[in-house]
């Protein structure tokens, strides 16, 4: 048995007890530290310095504007990977909503993503997925903890269930991620996983857009802080 695997499994049996405490959101929105209506169609690899100092990449693919002021996407095979829009600041509690359209064509390497990488790692502190029929993860909606060297070797692989998802093409749809302290939570369509995890409780590096090779759009991306109360 490969030590990743031993990993996921031992912590979600240890986990599964608290999921029940993630019914309901995990904290209200603070401050609106990204809303990032999208001003015109985004060439590959331009990086733009936003409010509060956050730095918008688009790593792959072509962002064209609609005139709903929405992004489409559409993969470019050059750029060996599928539509991904990263924007980089330290990141510590977070609440993010992205919309999202899948292609209206059914087909293959439909899903939309949104993830919070973690500084010195390959892999995701964290990512949410809405998959339809993207290969790499199962179909529905996953939250999953997964970290990996630089040789690109798994050293923490952590899911947090499995929720049937039924997304129709040409249809927007809204997901939510949390993070608060050792806590994550995702909702898509009235479905919601979440789970706690200490590897969760450390600073994250960027936030990631990603739609899959099929493409798709994004629009209405915001993140708040988290509001403590104090």
Known sequence: MCLPHFISCFLVAVLLPSLSSLAGPLAKKGKLILDSPFERSLPWGESVT?????????????????SDGS???????????????????????????????????????RHFRIFLDQAGYAGHNIQSTANVSSTFR????????????KEKKSVADVDFGLEALNLKGDVWYTMRLEVLGDKARTTVAGKTLGGQLRGLNVEKSKIGLNPGLAGGSIRNFKAWEVDTGS
Do not use: C, M
């Open 138 to 149: 199962p179909v529905g909606l996953t939250l999953q903890h997964l970290l990996k060297d």
């Open 50 to 66: 936003l409010q509060e100092g956050w730095i918008r990449r688009v790593s792959a693919g072509d962002w064209s504007l609609q």
């Open 71 to 109: 992004l489409l996407a559409v993969n470019v095979p050059e750029h060996n990977h599928g539509p991904v829009i990263t924007y980089t600041a330290p990141i510590n509690d977070i609440i993010i909503e992205s919309e999202f359209k899948l292609p209206a064509q059914e087909g293959p390497n």
